[in-house]
Protein backbone atom coordinates (compact mmCIF):
# COMPACT_ATOMS: atom_id res chain seq x y z
CA UNK A 1 0.00 0.00 0.00
CA UNK A 2 1.79 3.17 -1.09
CA UNK A 3 0.44 6.20 1.18
CA UNK A 4 1.61 8.86 -0.63
CA UNK A 5 -0.43 7.89 -3.75
CA UNK A 6 -3.40 7.37 -1.20
CA UNK A 7 -3.30 10.67 0.31
CA UNK A 8 -2.65 12.63 -2.90
CA UNK A 9 -5.71 10.92 -4.45
CA UNK A 10 -7.84 11.89 -1.81
CA UNK A 11 -6.54 15.57 -1.88
CA UNK A 12 -6.95 15.58 -4.96
CA UNK A 13 -10.82 14.84 -4.76
CA UNK A 14 -11.27 16.81 -1.43
CA UNK A 15 -10.16 19.98 -3.88
CA UNK A 16 -12.04 19.05 -6.62
CA UNK A 17 -15.45 18.87 -4.49
CA UNK A 18 -13.83 21.88 -2.43
CA UNK A 19 -13.55 24.43 -5.64
CA UNK A 20 -16.96 22.89 -7.46
CA UNK A 21 -18.76 23.60 -3.89
CA UNK A 22 -16.99 26.93 -3.52
CA UNK A 23 -16.24 26.17 -0.29
CA UNK A 24 -12.03 26.00 -1.28
CA UNK A 25 -10.68 29.00 1.16
CA UNK A 26 -12.88 27.34 4.27
CA UNK A 27 -11.71 23.59 3.56
CA UNK A 28 -7.51 25.02 3.00
CA UNK A 29 -8.14 26.83 6.24
CA UNK A 30 -9.25 23.28 8.35
CA UNK A 31 -6.68 21.34 6.71
CA UNK A 32 -4.23 23.77 7.80
CA UNK A 33 -5.57 24.00 11.51
CA UNK A 34 -5.56 20.04 11.08
CA UNK A 35 -2.16 20.12 9.73
CA UNK A 36 -0.68 22.32 12.41
CA UNK A 37 -2.26 20.09 15.07
CA UNK A 38 -0.70 16.83 13.90
CA UNK A 39 2.98 19.21 13.91
CA UNK A 40 1.78 20.40 17.45
CA UNK A 41 0.00 17.70 19.40
CA UNK A 42 1.77 14.48 19.62
CA UNK A 43 -0.89 12.71 20.96
CA UNK A 44 -3.33 13.09 17.90
CA UNK A 45 -2.08 10.51 15.90
CA UNK A 46 -2.01 7.91 18.67
CA UNK A 47 -5.58 8.70 19.26
CA UNK A 48 -6.97 9.02 16.11
CA UNK A 49 -5.36 5.55 14.79
CA UNK A 50 -6.09 3.94 18.30
CA UNK A 51 -8.84 0.86 17.47
CA UNK A 52 -10.15 1.71 20.84
CA UNK A 53 -11.90 4.56 20.16
CA UNK A 54 -15.12 4.58 18.22
CA UNK A 55 -15.22 6.34 14.81
CA UNK A 56 -17.82 9.05 16.16
CA UNK A 57 -15.08 9.89 18.94
CA UNK A 58 -12.88 9.85 16.56
CA UNK A 59 -14.56 12.17 14.03
CA UNK A 60 -15.21 14.79 16.71
CA UNK A 61 -11.42 14.76 17.83
CA UNK A 62 -10.45 15.62 13.98
CA UNK A 63 -13.02 18.11 13.28
CA UNK A 64 -11.92 19.92 16.63
CA UNK A 65 -8.44 19.83 15.54
CA UNK A 66 -10.01 21.31 11.91
CA UNK A 67 -11.00 24.28 14.05
CA UNK A 68 -14.59 25.77 14.45
CA UNK A 69 -16.31 25.49 12.47
CA UNK A 70 -15.31 22.44 9.94
CA UNK A 71 -17.22 23.27 6.96
CA UNK A 72 -19.87 20.86 6.01
CA UNK A 73 -17.12 19.21 3.15
CA UNK A 74 -14.81 19.00 5.49
CA UNK A 75 -17.07 16.70 7.77
CA UNK A 76 -17.83 14.49 4.46
CA UNK A 77 -14.76 14.77 4.62
CA UNK A 78 -13.82 13.14 7.65
CA UNK A 79 -16.42 10.77 7.88
CA UNK A 80 -15.47 8.79 4.60
CA UNK A 81 -11.64 8.58 5.71
CA UNK A 82 -12.97 7.05 9.12
CA UNK A 83 -15.40 4.89 7.19
CA UNK A 84 -12.74 3.65 4.72
CA UNK A 85 -10.07 2.93 7.69
CA UNK A 86 -8.12 5.57 6.17
CA UNK A 87 -7.66 7.56 9.32
CA UNK A 88 -3.66 6.38 9.34
CA UNK A 89 -3.32 8.52 6.49
CA UNK A 90 -5.10 11.64 7.53
CA UNK A 91 -2.06 13.72 7.83
CA UNK A 92 -0.83 12.93 5.15
CA UNK A 93 -3.91 13.50 3.54
CA UNK A 94 -3.96 17.16 4.78
CA UNK A 95 -0.58 17.93 3.79
CA UNK A 96 -1.03 16.57 0.34
CA UNK A 97 -4.25 19.07 -0.12
CA UNK A 98 -2.44 21.67 1.02
CA UNK A 99 0.64 21.78 -1.31
CA UNK A 100 -1.88 21.27 -4.46
CA UNK A 101 -4.48 23.82 -3.29
CA UNK A 102 -1.28 26.39 -3.08
CA UNK A 103 0.10 24.99 -6.68
CA UNK A 104 -3.64 25.32 -8.17
CA UNK A 105 -4.12 28.82 -6.52
CA UNK A 106 -0.60 29.88 -7.10
CA UNK A 107 0.49 30.73 -3.28
CA UNK A 108 4.19 30.50 -2.21
CA UNK A 109 4.76 29.64 1.04
CA UNK A 110 7.32 32.07 2.92
CA UNK A 111 9.17 33.10 5.96
CA UNK A 112 11.10 36.01 7.47
CA UNK A 113 13.17 35.76 10.39
CA UNK A 114 14.53 38.61 12.28
CA UNK A 115 15.94 39.61 15.11
CA UNK A 116 13.07 42.00 16.73
CA UNK A 117 9.69 41.91 15.32
CA UNK A 118 8.78 43.09 11.84
CA UNK A 119 6.61 46.25 11.34
CA UNK A 120 3.51 46.00 9.44
CA UNK A 121 4.78 48.18 6.91
CA UNK A 122 8.39 46.15 6.44
CA UNK A 123 6.72 42.68 5.99
CA UNK A 124 4.11 44.32 3.78
CA UNK A 125 7.04 45.21 1.61
CA UNK A 126 8.54 41.94 1.77
CA UNK A 127 5.42 40.24 0.69
CA UNK A 128 5.33 42.37 -2.06
CA UNK A 129 8.80 41.47 -2.97
CA UNK A 130 8.28 37.99 -3.10
CA UNK A 131 4.95 38.68 -4.93
CA UNK A 132 6.60 40.18 -7.82
CA UNK A 133 9.00 37.10 -7.91
CA UNK A 134 7.12 34.59 -7.72
CA UNK A 135 3.94 36.13 -9.83
CA UNK A 136 1.69 34.91 -7.48
CA UNK A 137 0.02 35.28 -3.46
CA UNK A 138 2.30 34.46 -0.81
CA UNK A 139 1.41 33.26 3.04
CA UNK A 140 4.43 34.89 4.98
CA UNK A 141 5.74 33.58 8.49
CA UNK A 142 7.40 35.80 11.01
CA UNK A 143 9.82 34.61 13.23
CA UNK A 144 11.98 36.47 15.89
CA UNK A 145 15.21 34.94 16.30
CA UNK A 146 17.83 37.32 18.52
CA UNK A 147 20.72 35.07 17.26
CA UNK A 148 20.77 36.61 13.72
CA UNK A 149 21.77 39.99 15.77
CA UNK A 150 20.37 42.03 12.89
CA UNK A 151 19.10 42.10 9.23
CA UNK A 152 16.99 39.26 7.97
CA UNK A 153 16.62 35.80 6.38
CA UNK A 154 13.75 35.56 3.49
CA UNK A 155 13.15 31.69 2.46
CA UNK A 156 10.23 30.84 0.31
CA UNK A 157 9.74 28.06 -2.40
CA UNK A 158 13.88 27.25 -3.06
CA UNK A 159 15.36 30.43 -2.70
CA UNK A 160 16.98 31.80 0.68
CA UNK A 161 18.39 35.37 1.00
CA UNK A 162 20.61 35.93 3.87
CA UNK A 163 21.15 39.41 4.82
CA UNK A 164 21.38 38.70 8.90
CA UNK A 165 24.33 40.29 10.32
CA UNK A 166 25.48 36.97 11.75
CA UNK A 167 26.10 35.37 8.65
CA UNK A 168 27.79 38.63 7.59
CA UNK A 169 30.04 38.38 10.54
CA UNK A 170 30.46 34.42 9.50
CA UNK A 171 31.77 34.87 6.09
CA UNK A 172 33.99 37.57 7.54
CA UNK A 173 36.10 35.59 10.31
CA UNK A 174 36.39 32.60 7.28
CA UNK A 175 37.84 35.21 5.12
CA UNK A 176 40.38 36.20 8.35
CA UNK A 177 40.86 32.28 8.91
CA UNK A 178 41.96 31.99 5.14
CA UNK A 179 44.59 34.89 4.74
Given at each position: M???LI??R?????????????C??E????M?????CY????????????????K?????????AC???A???????I???????R??M??F?????INL?R?H????S????T??K????V????????E??T???????T???PT?????V?????????????S???????ELK??
Amino acid sequence: MDIGLIAVRYARALLKAAIDNHCHEEVYQNMSNLLECYMNVPQLRPTICNPMYSKPKKQSVVLAACGTPAVELTNRFIALVLQEGREEMLQFMASSFINLYRQHFHITSGKVTTAVKLTAEVEQRMRRMVEERTQGKVEFTTVVDPTILGGFVLDYDTYRMDASVKSKLNRILIELKNK
